[in-house]
């Protein structure tokens, strides 16, 4: 059965495309589009006719038709460009489902892409990177990975696992003097250079992840310290109540900037003092609440106050009228603007350390837990070998971190161990 979306966001627009895709696609389409030029032999893309079921001409659309396999899902696939009216995008819909198609579920052309083979798990997961990453440098990772970036990687550190594993095995079976002589010693070298590119993988993973989901920056610190001023001139908006009295900040005000191509959610806070008004005692609790989930907090005016666990910097408000009374990563003036570019820099640069790997981006925390495993596993192995413990345990473990990876793209089976041993041996020796 043929399954149809729109693929265009709802509502009206110049243009929108509805997608049917199933072998039934061709056939399904040709029932409301007037002399159908459209066939299942080779593709076509033509200005076309939409007619009701009594022939009445509702729109006029560019019928695009991709034939299986050649098309995005794999199957037979048309593409309706028409015009963006909602009633128009309805009544296509409604004569395709009466023709006999369903309505697609969220992701459905993608999952039939996959599942026909035309993506694989990271490519597919991809597809929605791209579509949702709120900057530039999170659309490009997805691209990236998109076109295999990340399968070619996983691919390359699988392949060495799978000679160590076959190499390995292969020795289990012959008597310890035929043993190959740097049998442990090359195992050992890419054990260990497997461990460094995963470690790599999960280091980037929080601060590519940034790039694609945006990244939340607290600022907090005392009252008056210029907190709402500072908000407000990063913002470029007066949107955060400025005034002397303190307290004034209560709820948490925040709102989405961007620093060189870094999406951030930036967040006013209350001042951070014992206060006897219950209202202002739950914004001074709301405040840590933030700053303990923040990727970054900004502490203002306040030397003595850091947290653990939790990245932040001190920077030194109003030095147009003060100096530090200790050091500051930074001192500013939120009032005159003076240093503000600089402090920019500060918090990208404490956001997005220079060593973010960007060979190898995951895009979704699924690839990330799989990595952690395969992680963890190898670093077993590699206990075993140091230990020179249980081949067997050492194999099995190496396996396990194999299906792990293996999980991010596709399977593998037993056949890629064999391949592996028969083009890596000489087995006559
Ligand atoms: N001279 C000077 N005054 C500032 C600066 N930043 C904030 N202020 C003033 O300090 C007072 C408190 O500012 P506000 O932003 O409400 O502080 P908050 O309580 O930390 O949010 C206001 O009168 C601001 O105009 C600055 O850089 N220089
Ligand atoms: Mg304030």
Known sequence: MAIIACSTPPGVSG?????????????????????????KTRPVSKV??????????????????????NSYTGENLVEISCHGNPKIISKIIDLSVDAGSRLAEAGEFTKNAFLNGKLDLSEAEAVAS????????????????????LS????????SLISVVANLEFNL????????????????KTIL???????????SFKETKMFQSGASVVILGPPNAGKSTLFNCLVSKDQSIVTDVEGTTRDVIEKSINI?????????????????????????????IEAKDADLTIILNDRNLSFKGVKHIHVFNKSDIKSPDGKYDISISAKTGKNIKELKEVVYNSLISDKTNTDTLLTSKRQYNAI??????????????????????????????????????????????????????????
């Not at 939409?50 to 695009?64: H, R, S, Y």
């Not at 250079?193 to 280091?203: E, G, N, V, Y």
């Not at 075993?384 to 081949?391: Q, R, V, Y």
């Not at 345990?393 to 593998?412: P, Q, Y």
């Open 48 to 69: 076309c006719f939409l007619v009701d079921k009594d022939g009445e001409v509702f729109d006029e659309a560019i019928v695009t038709s991709y034939i299986s396999p």
């Open 173 to 188: 079976d012959i008597s310890e003097e035929d043993l190959q002589p740097n049998l442990l010693k090359n195992s050992e």
């Open 130 to 149: 791209v579509i949702h990453s709120l900057s530039l440098a999170g659309v490009k990772a997805g691209i990236k990975n998109l076109r295999g970036g």
């Open 15 to 39: 243009i929108a495309v509805v997608r049917i895709s199933g072998e039934d696609a061709i056939k399904n389409v040709s029932t409301f589009v007037k002399d159908s030029p459209l066939n």
């Open 372 to 429: 952690k495993s395969a992680l963890k596993y190898i670093k077993d192995a590699y206990s075993l070998l140091i230990a020179e413990d249980s081949m067997e345990l050492l194999v099995e473990d190496i396996n396990r971190s194999i299906g792990f990876l293996d999980s991010i793209t596709k399977k593998t089976t037993k056949d890629d161990v064999l391949d592996a041993v028969f083009s890596s041996f000489c087995v006559g020796k």
């Open 152 to 159: 070619k990687e996983i691919y390359s550190i699988k392949s």
């Open 193 to 203: 250079d497997t461990i460094k590119k995963l470690d790599a993988c999960i280091l």
């Open 260 to 288: 060189n191509g870094l999406p951030i959610l930036l967040k006013d806070t209350a001042g951070i003092r014992e206060s006897g008004d219950d209202v202002e005692k739950i914004g001074v609790e709301r405040s840590f």
